[in-house]
């Protein structure tokens, strides 16, 4: 099946018009981080990646013409792309990505105001890979199908974790989260029920982006876990038992482990909500 962001399908598009250049695009004014300031009104301009920041821009789509061949969001995304898998997220800046797209930064700020929108505009973009496909198999295997796809188009992505939190409401994070809420829904949960168990399903893929910095794939535990049993065997015997018996697993399991088994706790306590597994459940033995 090919998959391709929403806005490169046009399904639902929010690129942003294009504009005269103001008086710091020509540069007679600082470029960098902040860019120009917002066109047509003193309020200051609402958060790149937040929802009424997505929404002006699926607003202002409908007004924009844009010439063929020229320069739009989709290209200036796949360039910033092309500059973080290169050089890293610190190289990332609009002036970088001017010179590989060979135009000026002007140019880009008729399209993206600020590196903080580029960031939003990746963090969603990525997420238009992400497999929606049914198994066939009932809910709990399709919602863990999705789980395993947004994990790994999490390893792939080259934003940094700390980076992601601006992907929480572009077209293409909207349509996992409906994709998501739709399986909960057909589970038979309750509506703030699958809004729950969305909401929990996303910030455990967002622990594992950062457990997976600070924990490898590899079998070596943790960083700086070496000389654990060291540390223990130094402490008085009588403190920290439950460390003592079960910090083997603490330490050493790796972030695919975690995965697993977090997915499957996950799974578990979704599928005890379930109208008539809840009953079977409570009812006394």
Do not use: K
């Not at 580029?118 to 199908?145: F, N, P, Y």
């Not at 077209?171 to 309750?190: I, K, T």
């Amino acid at each position: 099946m090919e998959r391709r962001s929403l806005a490169e399908t046009g399904a639902t598009r929010f690129d942003a018009p294009e504009r005269e250049a103001t008086t710091h695009e020509r540069g007679t004014g600082p470029l960098e981080p902040g860019g120009p300031p917002a066109p047509g009104c003193g309020d200051a301009p609402p958060e790149a990646g937040s929802a009424r920041w997505w929404a002006q821009r699926a607003a202002s789509a409908g007004r924009r013409r844009p010439r063929p061949g020229g320069l739009s969001s989709e290209r200036i995304v796949e360039a910033a792309l092309d500059v973080l898998r290169e050089r890293g997220f610190d190289a990332l800046t609009l002036r970088c990505v001017a010179e590989r797209l060979d135009t000026t930064i002007a140019s880009l700020y008729r399209h993206i105001a600020s590196r903080d929108e580029l960031i939003a505009l990746i963090a969603d973009h990525v997420m238009g890979d992400i497999r929606l496909d049914r198994t066939g198999r009932g809910w709990r295997a399709d919602v863990e199908a999705l789980m395993r796809d947004f994990r790994r188009i999490s390893l792939d992505q080259p934003l940094p974790p700390s980076a992601r939190s601006r992907s929480g409401y572009g077209p293409n994070m909207l349509r996992v989260v409906d994709a998501a809420l739709s399986l909960f829904l057909e589970a038979g949960l309750a509506p703030d029920q699958a809004g729950y168990a969305t909401i929990t399903m996303l910030e455990l893929m967002a622990s594992d982006a950062l457990l997976r910095v600070h924990r490898g794939q590899d079998s070596g535990g943790p960083r700086g876990s070496d000389g654990f049993g060291e540390l223990l065997d130094g402490l008085p015997a009588d403190q920290f038992t439950a460390l003592r018996a079960a910090g083997g697993s603490y330490i050493s399991a790796t972030a695919d482990d975690v995965f697993d088994h977090s997915t499957a706790i996950f799974l578990d306590g979704v599928a005890s909500q379930v109208p008539g597994n809840r009953e079977r459940l409570t009812a006394p033995g």
